[in-house]
């Protein structure tokens, strides 16, 4: 058994008995700023650990081949209505996509970007209308031709006012003429507007009335629009609320959705029960546009591989006229890749300074039509404004739109704050380059993007808590041991001078 005295001689900090020591004013001045000096550089080296240190590099995208990343987007068009706000996407391997709707909703919109309805549902798809036989044979009007004089009399008057707005070039249109007249003829006979009194078919024709078209948002012709006459229907301030329809197109259609409308309204009073309605009617009947507008949000999914985004007007039934059309637009938000959560946000905030501020090149920014540039100039202030193609000798028709290109870099950010190395965000970010083009058919809003084949990887180097820990002692001692020395030197220094001033040998 080792005695105690035996572990005392072991000891590497023998004690100096109290009474042998001597304190000294300068003495504890440099303890004082020893002690400061510790406190800096602890705070020094703790910030120091706690700081992210990154190492950046660029290596080959390691997407797997069947990779899809997500374009998510809030883009609004003041002059594109909800009925025919299309979103299509394409790519270079063939893909093609029209009308997405299962991922996209759809706002109508005031000229102020204000939502001015419930979401616009597309319902069936137009391309399932039944238009009748098709014929060439001269069918005699038997609709009312109407015009802006007359337009609100006889709205006011009969309690169903259903109106055909078309286009004499439109081929739609032109289907459409034959069943409309014999239907309305049908309707005359059937529902005398002088006998009867409920119902009357009318026909307006855009071309020469495109002021009367233009107050109830007329975009594709032909449009079949129901204005009803009654305070029970009374919507936004007054104005009678009309609704579209989108039914089949066929005579018997159509002379079937009016029976439909005119059976709920009393022949003498006029009143009307909208219980007697069929709902395989209503189906077919949506509320029209009171605005103009059309506010476009989602996401779509596309392939790591060039491509395009397009917003436009798509309709399988209806025809535009593209010297009206106006595509102008304001980027509320254009990102690719996943949306970062709010809890993401906060892991991920000791990053941000190490990641790019280009995951949202677009966002805040309006591309709005200058009408002084032409119909469909659609211009921003940091765009320079290219003048329209004109020819004296030959009479074209140009629309000019706007295309944005994209650059895509996938930026992926690996930490090792756990035993094992794992993604904790990735990012995409894009340059956008935004231009003026001249087309022949239908301006449209175009994104196209491109994905680079390298991406950026920032890896976060944390680190060790035992270095950490090695440093702060290194500190300590170190400063512990050079303040001692420095105690040393001056008071040693103090007693040679004060030798010396009394005259002594040493």
């Known amino acids: ?3 105690p005295t035996k572990l005392k001689s072991m000891d590497f900090y023998r004690k100096i008995p109290r009474d042998l020591t001597e304190a000294s004013l300068s003495g504890a001045g440099l303890s004082i700023v020893a002690a400061l000096v510790m406190m800096l550089l602890f705070g020094m080296e703790l910030s120091s650990y ?31 209505s909800c009925e025919f706000a299309s979103v299509d996407v394409s790519d270079v391997l063939g893909t093609n996509r029209l009308n997405i709707t299962k991922t996209i909703r759809k706002f109508p919109i005031d000229p102020h970007l204000k939502t001015t309805g419930e979401e616009f549902h597309s319902g069936h798809g137009s391309h399932d209308i039944n238009h009748g036989e098709e014929t060439k044979e001269e069918i005699p009007d038997g609709s009312i031709p109407l015009v802006s004089s007359s337009f609100d009399s006889f709205s006011k008057h009969f309690p169903l006012l259903i109106v055909n707005f078309n286009a004499p070039w439109c081929y739609w249109s032109n289907r459409l003429k034959p069943s409309w007249e014999k239907a309305a003829s049908i309707i005359y006979h059937k529902y005398n507007p002088e006998t009867d009194g409920r119902v009357l078919l009318g026909s307006v024709d855009c071309t020469e009335e495109a002021e009367l078209c233009k107050r109830n948002h007329i975009q594709g012709y032909p449009s079949i629009r129901i204005f009803r006459k009654g305070s029970d229907l009374k919507e936004d301030h007054g104005h009678h609320e009309h609704e579209s329809y989108y039914g089949d197109r066929d005579t018997d259609s159509i002379v079937k959705m009016v029976d439909e409308l005119v059976a709920p309204i009393h022949p ?97 920014k309006a591309f709005i039509n200058q009408h002084e540039f032409g119909a469909n100039v659609t211009v921003s202030p940091s765009i320079p404004i290219l003048e329209t193609f004109t020819d004296p000798y030959l009479i074209v028709s140009y629309t000019v739109q706007i295309e944005h290109y994209l650059q895509v870099v996938k930026t992926e950010v690996i930490t090792r704050r756990t035993a094992q190395e794992h993604s904790l965000v990735e990012e995409y970010e894009y340059t956008a380059h935004s231009s003026i083009a001249q087309t022949y058919y239908l301006p449209v809003a175009k994104f196209h993007f491109e994905l680079s084949p390298m991406q950026i990887m920032i890896t976060e180097n944390p680190k060790s808590f035992s270095h950490f820990i090695t440093n702060l002692c290194a500190i300590i001692g170190g400063v512990f041991t050079v303040a001692g020395i420095l105690d040393s030197i001056f008071h040693n220094t103090i007693r040679l001078v004060k030798k010396v001033e009394l005259g002594k040998n040493f």
């Open 1 to 3: 058994m080792v005695s």
């Open 50 to 80: 706690l700081a992210v240190n990154t190492t950046t590099t660029v290596v080959v995208d390691k997407s797997a081949d069947g990779d899809f990343l997500r374009i998510h987007f809030n883009i609004s068009f003041p002059a594109l």
């Open 268 to 364: 003498e009073t006029h009143k009307l029960d909208l219980d007697g309605i069929s709902n395989k009617t209503l189906k077919h009947l949506k509320k029209a546009p009171v605005t103009g507008g059309c506010r476009v949000e989602g996401y779509v999914r596309v392939k790591k591989v060039p491509g395009n985004l397009i917003i436009s007007a798509h309709s399988g039934a209806h025809s535009f006229d593209s010297s009206k059309m106006n595509m102008s637009h304001v980027v509320s938000h254009l990102s690719f890749g996943r949306m970062f959560s709010p809890r993401l946000l906060t892991d991920m905030r000791r990053l941000l300074p190490y990641i790019g501020q280009s995951h949202d090149k677009l966002n805040e």
